[in-house]
């Protein structure tokens, strides 16, 4: 009996320090039937933790699924980091079911420090939609919210894109699945807006339209580790369009692959547009097949419009762009397609260390270039037909290539949390456990593990064990039930396959 004593008071010190107040959904009067409409439920549960409550944690449990109307998650709050784990599947209704605004699905405004992660499902049905010629609301954006993290999930099918960022400042989105037909129009994975200081990393992206699209009003970003394709590539733009005045610089995508996709490294400006694009880096750069490896192009319209160009009009200056270390396969015989404006020519464009062979040819030959209104420099392997580029050795050696352009300054980094998880940050607060905490937890665990093994040993041991281990796994369910699979490295009562469940 002293002993049993013993192992629930340690069990007590335990819970004390490692005690969470995370908030599930379902106790709101959320149902997880993926037929009840939950939005009210989730609007109640957001209200609670916007407020301060449930330790600024809210969870949408894992094996169910929730479905929900346009929702709209207003800050400030007052708890920060706010941590929403998407551990569960959330669909949205069909069209014909749908309510309220068509802008957006799910939208998170005004909120600092937002943590959106987990291994669940965003899914926004969005096969009903794309026959639909009116509005389409992109499935989850986020609007001026400093210090976000999105992370693990995977989204399916938006209506139009998938994700949208407007007006956020330290943004970390990383490890995400992106997947829609490639014939479901305008689904892009990922459109960035008016917004610095953007990591987007370690991402599958499989759309209608571009995998990422970075547009005006952006600066500080950076692009690496996306497996892009079917889809239109990555791109800057389209900027310009109805006259607009565009501005996005230091951008860097290095380390991506780009598989059958329509574009690759993509720049487009509508024509009539002013402003600039400028201080642009691809770097390390592998394609699969596709049609248009490297493209600038000022003449963009859409592809749909019957109206004429005039290029002697105004045009988004495009300048300051690096081509570097690219190699694959191309679609068309083409591998590089420049088409600037004569009146806003691009400037200062270098490529180096660029063999692109096309994927038709089998014995490989090198795809050809064109270019018209660009002046910058070629180095070495790289396409040939760019004769309208200037082979400046001096241009060449004061350009700035990826060695130093896709170089990110410790201000860039979001401080939500660091790009990889120590093993002292919890999965599911996103915030980070003192590291004497941890230490604890694990000297008390293998403390509980040596004493019963103590009481097993002397046969003092009858239903209470029972009655303990009980107790210590609901403790370890309760507490890790939103840990991103935390390996425990001792084997207590068989809890590895159990915490994170």
Not at 139 to 148: I, M, T, V, Y
Not at 453 to 478: E, Q
Request: aromatic share 8%; hydrophobic share 35%; proline share 4%.
């Amino acid at each position: 009996m002293k002993k049993t004593w013993i192992l629930n008071f340690l069990l007590f010190i335990l819970q004390i320090f490692t005690s969470s107040e995370a908030l599930d959904v379902t106790q709101y009067g959320a149902v997880g039937d993926g037929v009840t409409d939950a939005s009210q439920a989730f609007l109640k549960a957001w209200e609670v933790i916007c407020s301060g409550a449930g330790d600024g944690q809210l969870v949408v449990p894992a094996g169910m699924t929730f479905m929900l109307q346009p929702l709209n998650f207003q800050g400030p709050c007052k708890s920060t980091p706010i941590v929403v784990q998407i551990l569960g599947n959330l669909f949205a209704s069909s069209k014909g079911k749908w309510k309220g605004d068509k802008d957006q699905w799910i939208l998170f405004s005004d909120i600092e420090g937002l943590v959106v992660e987990g291994g669940g499902e965003i899914n926004g049905q969005g096969s009903s939609w794309w026959e639909h010629k009116g509005s389409r609301p992109t499935a989850l954006k986020f609007k001026s919210c400093n210090n976000l993290r999105l992370s693990g999930l995977t989204h399916v099918d938006s209506p139009m894109a998938h994700i949208h960022i407007n007006q956020c400042n330290d943004v970390s989105i990383s490890r995400l699945r992106i997947n829609a037909p490639e014939s479901s129009p305008n689904t892009d994975g990922i459109d960035v807006a008016a917004s610095s200081n953007v990591i987007i990393q370690d991402c599958l992206i499989a759309t209608g339209d571009d995998c990422i699209a970075i547009n005006s009003g952006t600066s500080n970003i950076r692009i690496s580790g996306i497996d892009c394709g079917p889809g239109h590539g990555i791109s800057i733009g389209s900027l310009g369009k109805d006259g607009e005045i565009a501005s996005v610089e230091n951008v860097c995508v290095q380390n991506c692959n780009f598989r059958g996709t329509t574009n690759g490294a993509r720049i487009k400006t509508w024509p009539g547009g002013s402003g600039y694009a400028r201080k642009i880096t691809f770097h390390g750069i592998t394609l699969d097949n596709v049609e248009n490896p490297i493209i600038i192009d000022q003449h963009y319209n859409n592809g749909d419009s019957d109206k004429t160009t005039d290029d002697k009009s105004s045009a988004v200056e495009v300048s300051k762009v690096v081509y570097s270390n690219f190699v694959g396969t191309s679609k068309s015989e083409y591998g590089v397609d420049f088409h600037c404006s004569e009146s806003v020519p691009c400037t200062e464009i270098f490529m180096r260390d660029v063999r692109i062979e096309t994927a038709s040819s089998g014995s490989g030959q090198v795809a050809q270039g064109q270019c018209l209104n660009v002046r910058g420099g070629v180095s070495t392997l790289a396409v040939p037909g760019l004769e309208c580029l200037a082979l400046s050795t001096d241009m060449l050696s004061s350009a700035e290539f990826p060695e130093q352009t896709c170089m990110l300054p410790n201000s860039m980094h979001p401080n939500t949390l660091p790009m990889q998880d120590p093993l002292w940050v919890y999965g599911s607060g996103g915030k980070q456990l003192r590291v004497y905490d941890t230490l604890l937890t694990s000297f008390v665990s293998l403390v509980l593990y040596v004493l019963l093994t103590l009481v097993a040993t002397s046969g003092d041991i009858s239903t209470d064990k029972n009655s303990l281990v009980a107790n210590f796994d609901t403790f370890v369910a309760t507490r890790y039930v939103n840990c991103r699979k935390i390996e425990l490295k001792q084997d207590i009562f068989s809890i590895n396959n159990q915490i994170c469940e």
